[in-house]
Every structure is written in C-alpha cells, then in structure tokens.
C-alpha cells in the first residue's frame, strides 16, 4: 500500500493534490528533546509516510488481529502498517494471478484475447499521449462477436536521458536554502550518486535533532521526475516545492528499491528532493528551510540516488464499453500505474499497486502486475486506459471486460442481504482473526447506549430503514442498473438463510476481543461486479458503545437533544451500508473533503455516522450519507473520482439467464 502515488503524475491525473490524513495515532506520543514529536507524526501523516515500526508477513502474521485496511472501517486508520499490507498485497497477489493462471490453461476451448501492438512506433511520442488521441481496441467489449480480453504490447518513448556518475554532496545540505546543486534540470537530465544520512552536524554523530539531505531540481511543467533510492537503508523520499510544501512522497519503493518517487511537474520552477531515514515522527523537518529543525534521528546509513528528469511518454487505449461492464487491468513490464477515464476524460480509477488479493476467489479480474485497476461501467461510451509510470522499456498489459455476477444467474434472481442482530458464530479467520469466535448481539450492547431491550425493535426497525434507503431506493432513484434488485431480511423477522445461495451475511454484534479483529467492521472481500454473491461482514459494537470522548463513540455525540433510537438505528446503518457496499466493489473514499460519501475511510469520526454541524447526533441539522460520486481516500494509494452508487447498483443487477 505505497503512498507514492498520492502525488504522481498531477499533471496527468488531477490537479493539485493534497495529501491528507484523518488524525495521529491515539495515545501520548514518544517525547523528543528537539520539539513537538506529535506534530511531526501527524507532519509524517499528512505526507502517507506511516507512523508505526514496519514489520514483515512473518512478524505480523505472528499478532493478532491483522484487519485489512482497504475492507475495514478502523477506528485509527494512522495504526496501519503500509508496508506490512504493501508486502502483503503484492505476495498474495502474486498467488492469485498464479491459480488465474492455471485455471485459464484449463479453459483449452476458451477463445484467445485480441492481441493488440502499439501503432506508435518505437523512438516516437506524442501519437497517442492523450485521452484525446488514444488508439482504439477494436473488436473489444462484452457484446456479441466482441473478445473480452485483450492483451496491449507497448514501448514507452521518453526523452532520452544521459545519466552522470557524480561525487556525493557536502554538508550541510539539510534544508530548502542548503540544498545541493547537482544541476538537475539546469545542465543535465539525470544523475547517479550516493548519500549518508547521520554524517551531517545534526546526525547522530552531531547535535542529533536529524540529517536530512535535499537536492535542487529545476522542473519544467510536464516534465517527469523520477527517483529512486537503492542500498539496505530504508530511506523515504519527500518533494517540496519552492514555498516549503510537500507534493509527494514515497516510502517504500518499488521491487529492489528502498523509494521510488515518481512525479509530473506541474509548473515550472525549482523543487526541492529529500531523502532521510525512515522514523517514526523524525522522517521530516519541522522547518525545511532550517537545516536543525528536526525532532531526532531515524534510521542513518549510507544509500544510492538514481534521478532523472525528462518529458514523459504517455501511452492511451480506448474501449467501448456498455453500462455495467466490468473491467480489470494488469500491466507487467517498464510500467507501474494504470489509470482509467471515463469519456468525459476525468480519472476515474487510478493505481500503482496490485490490490487483487481483496478481490473475491470467484472474480474472474486480472491481478499479478505492478499496477491493476477495476471498474464498474456506469453508463455506454468510450473510456481510455492510460499506461505509465515507466522510463524507457516495453510493457504488457492484459485488459478484460465482463458483465456484472448476478447478470449470469437465472432470470429473476436477486441478491439477499441478512442483517444478523443475534449474534453469530463465525470463523474470523477470513477477515485475518484467529477463528472460529462467537459473537455477542445487539442486545448486549443496548445498555451501553442508555438504552434497554424494549428498544431493540426500534433501533432494528431504523437500522432496516436506513439501509434500504442507502443501497436500495438511492440506486432505483439515482442509479443507471434499470434491474436493480435486493432482498433486505433480518434475524429478528427472517429465518436464517445464510448458506443458501445469493445470500449475503452482516453480523452486527460482538466486540474485538471476541473478535480477535481490531476494527469496527470489517467485509471479507471487495468485489467489483459481484461475482461471490455468498460472503460475510461483520460489524462489531464495543468501540461505537464505548463511553463518551472518543471520536468513535456514538456516545460522544448523544446528548438530552438526541434523538438517540433514530441516530443510533442510523449510524449503525449507515457502518452496515459501508460494509456491504465492500462486497459490492466499492472502495474507501476520502473522509476529509467535503463531500459525505458512505464509504468514507474510518478515523474521521464523526462523519460516517451523520453528525451535523452541532456535533450532535439525532438533531434536524445531521448529514444524510448515500453512495454517490467521491474521490478515492488518498491514504490507499487510489486517484480519482470512485462512483459508489453506480458500483452498487450495477453489483445487484436481477439474473438474466434463461
């Protein structure tokens, strides 16, 4: 989960980019000698640069409770370990693409995908650098006579770049004002050198506050950076421009490389690049235009610097697409970052990273490469899928496109949600717990809430309420899925039906030491087009019982103005519709805009939960969340503009099959 592509490609994804975390983690923070430790964890925070020691699979598979951070609804999103889950995601994407593979060897009378070569030949760009002038796939798409596999065989063309071997900079580089000129930009388009942190006055063998080396960078709007660090040191790369503000960052690299900062110059003028030792709160200078404005010294060795800066080459296909198609993208070779646009040419799903391990077993998408994306079509038209992130080599890309899971089932067919409020026994082992747990109801926790058991049917009658509101009446009002279809039951009315086919199940109950699971709910998959119509979530209720002060509490925001049974029976619908819409593809969008989006990322409480601007639950000024359009949370690695609504609408399409 690299934080790398927060800031890249501005130019080319969306404008002006602000990185942006909910909070720092809960509890005092470490002290430090040379000032605010805590505001440098949430400094380190708001740049995507973790704030927990990093550990590998090994030790992590070691503790309990591993929640995953792209399904859960976390209490304290800071606490997450990217590079443990970035580890994670590429190993068990790696496996996925693997048994893909075998069962598509199986498939010996399945057709073959299009194979489609570059038309812009090699040594040229320019030709299909544009969502404008992208080359079209033909034959493409999920219709009759269509192929819904194609396989793209590239080669990027950049500006050609004369790397120099240089000697390492003097110190004191460690500030904007003192950053050392390697004519970057000025004289030459790229360089290779190598650095130490901790042999300057403010390393350990100095004051100790922190050594920090910065590199002058003279950028052209357009123009690509690319850096990349080698050597055992875990270093992060930061990039500043000219007034002190960061514009990227990258922690933990691509394959073999300690960060690799890739980014498009959005104006001319001088950035400024910092490499310095991973720590937890130290990584960045209180002050980057003073030299000793660290708090401590991280981590300190010496490292290899590769960096370049050159106009890009931008490879664009197009598809024709149909409202409700499903595409998946996985690219291999010189590329890490796949972006799609709808065709209006807005960034609709960008990434740089391979999240398929949450896809479902069922979902036929493509994973296994450096970058892959998803994508539920809302409406007709031509989308184009950009290629980048490379330098100067060749790429393969496989694109597929299939109509939504519950399209292929019998005619009439739809999807069933069980909402279970009697507590369950579940192995908890598919959302990384430690097994088979038995679960606490809702009842259980009433008290907790000022309530008693005589209100458990009005809370329930609210929690039905909301959720039918969120996933059902919004997509048949707003949607473009005109055979949208849901079956709402319940514990309290319905018999148990999980098991039976189509049949999703909700636990709302039990506790994370119950659990094992340290989340507030948490679905087993996100799956795009809906293709395992049979998977569990769960939502636990101690932390939104716990007593009043914590942002997670609903407690923290009852008050004798409440109307406590309406905004408790809405918050929890509002987790469940959050939950269910994971299984229904959809993934976190930003908590912090302004724009209230069901699948809003957890640790920006009380958002998700419809507080209004008088910070109490339960009064006529509270926010009405629904799915609809919303930036992807920038803390995943995402870009772009998510359509939750359509997502979920298009996942619950009734069966078509005769």
Do not use: C
Request: negative net charge; proline residues 6%; aromatic residues 8%.
């Amino acid at each position: 989960m690299r934080k790398r592509l927060a800031s890249i490609a501005v130019a080319g994804l969306i404008a002006g980019t602000v990185v942006v975390v909910a909070q720092a983690p809960a509890g005092a923070a470490p002290s430090s000698p040379y000032g605010d430790l805590q505001a440098g964890i949430k400094r380190q925070l708001a740049a995507g640069i973790q704030v927990v020691p990093k550990q590998t699979a090994t030790g992590k598979l070691a503790a309990s409770g591993t929640a995953n951070p792209y399904t859960a609804l976390l209490r304290d999103p800071s606490k997450v370990d990217k590079y443990y889950w970035s580890e994670q995601a590429k190993a068990a994407g790696a496996a996925r693409a693997q048994q893909q593979q075998q069962l598509q060897r199986k498939k010996l009378a399945a057709a073959g995908p299009i194979i489609h070569d570059e038309a812009e030949p090699k040594g040229v760009n320019g030709a299909n650098d544009t969502h404008a002038t992208a080359e079209l796939i033909k034959g493409f798409g999920t219709g009759k006579k269509l192929n819904n596999k194609v396989r793209i065989l590239g080669q990027f063309s950049p500006d050609a770049v004369s790397p120099s071997t240089l000697s390492p900079a003097a110190e004191d580089d460690g500030s904007i004002p003192l950053a050392f000129e390697f004519g970057l930009g000025a004289n030459r388009n790229a360089f290779t050198t190598t650095g130490t942190i901790g042999d300057g006055p403010h390393g350990s063998t100095g004051d100790g506050s922190g050594d920090f080396d910065f590199v002058k960078v003279h950028g052209k709007a357009g123009q690509q950076l690319v850096a990349a660090t080698t050597g055992t040191l875990d270093t992060v790369a930061t990039l500043y421009d000219a007034t002190g503000a960061i514009v990227a960052a990258d922690d933990d690299g691509g394959p073999g490389l300690s960060s690799l900062l890739v980014f498009t110059i959005p104006a001319t003028g001088d950035y400024f690049l910092l490499i310095s030792g991973f720590g937890l709160g130290t990584v960045l200078p209180e002050d980057p235009f003073d030299s000793g404005s660290g708090l401590g010294t991280g981590r300190e060795g010496a490292y290899g610097l590769n960096a370049s800066l050159a106009f890009p080459d931008h490879d664009f296909y197009a598809v024709d697409l149909l409202a409700g198609d499903v595409i998946g993208a996985s690219v291999t070779g010189d590329s890490s970052l796949l972006t799609v646009r709808e065709p209006s040419g807005r960034v609709v799903f960008g990434s740089d990273q391979d999240a398929s391990f949450i896809y479902a077993p069922a979902s036929p998408l493509p994973g296994g490469g450096n970058a892959v994306v998803s994508y539920v079509a809302p409406r007709d038209g031509r989308y184009t899928l950009e290629i980048g992130g490379g330098v100067n080599g060749q790429y393969d890309v496989t694109l597929e496109a299939y109509r939504p899971g519950p399209e292929a089932l019998e005619q009439g067919t739809t999807q069933t949600l069980f909402l279970d409020f009697d507590g369950a026994r579940i192995n908890t082992a598919i959302f990384g717990g430690p097994g088979v747990r038995q679960l606490s109801p809702l009842q259980g926790f009433l008290g907790r809430w000022g309530l008693s058991s005589a209100d458990e049917d009005k809370v329930i009658n609210q929690v039905i309420a909301t959720v039918r509101e969120n996933i059902l009446a919004d997509a048949k009002a707003r949607g473009t899925d005109p055979r949208i279809g849901l079956k709402i039951l319940n514990s309290r009315d319905d018999a148990d039906p999980f098991g039976q086919p189509n049949v999703h199940r909700l636990v709302v109950g039990g506790t994370v030491a119950e659990s094992g699971v340290d989340t507030i709910g948490i679905a087993q998959y996100i799956d795009p087009g809906n293709y395992a119509t049979e998977d569990s979530a769960i939502i636990l209720l101690d932390y939104l019982s716990d007593p009043a002060g914590d942002s997670a509490s609903l407690n923290t925001y009852i008050t004798p103005a409440s109307n406590k049974i309406k905004f408790i029976g809405t918050a929890l619908g509002n987790v469940i519709s959050h939950e269910a819409g994971h299984l229904y593809g959809s993934f976190h969008t930003d908590p912090l805009n302004t724009t209230p989006n069901l699948m809003d990322a957890g640790g920006a409480f009380p958002g998700l939960f419809g507080v209004g601007p008088d910070n109490v639950g339960g009064t006529a000024d509270d926010f009405d969340y629904d799915f609809g359009e919303d930036v992807y949370t920038p803390d995943e690695g995402l870009l772009g503009t998510e359509d939750t609504l359509n997502t979920t609408a298009w996942a619950l399409v009734k069966g078509k099959a005769k």
